[in-house]
């Protein structure tokens, strides 16, 4: 059963803004707010690759290719993650998929992607 549902991808001008979502029906609040969650993408033939993670403790991380224009945040009560993409440009393009780590149930878990594609 799918535990991560991704929303919010498509094709988007350079420049242009989009907005993912990642919601994780099936997690009890209190999991996933003691869950690290992240977003990661994978381009056409290249490795799947850290985009942004936002832990429990509310620190967050970025690429150094996404700082500055893209920003990951999260509602727990809602079960919610977000990652707000500004300033798109091509080399963003890819599928980003929703990733929730959960150290004390030992739990690594992936939505099924979303393509995003950055061209005129």
């Known amino acids: 059963q799918v535990q991560l549902v991704e929303s919010g991808g498509g094709l988007v001008q350079p420049g242009g803004s989009l907005r993912l979502s990642c919601k994780a029906p099936r997690y009890i609040t209190s999991t996933f707010s003691s869950s690290t969650m992240g977003w990661y993408r994978q381009a056409s033939g290249k490795e799947r690759e850290l985009v942004a993670e936002s832990t429990p403790e509310g620190t967050r991380n970025y690429a150094e290719s996404v700082e500055g224009r893209f920003t990951i945040s999260r509602d727990n009560s809602r079960k919610m993650v977000y990652l707000q993409m500004n300033s798109l440009q091509p080399e963003d393009t890819a599928v980003y998929y929703c990733?929730?780590?959960?150290?004390?149930?030992?739990?690594?878990?992936w939505g099924q992607g979303t393509q995003v594609t950055v061209s005129s």
């Open positions: 990733n929730a780590r959960t150290a004390w149930l030992n739990k690594n878990e």
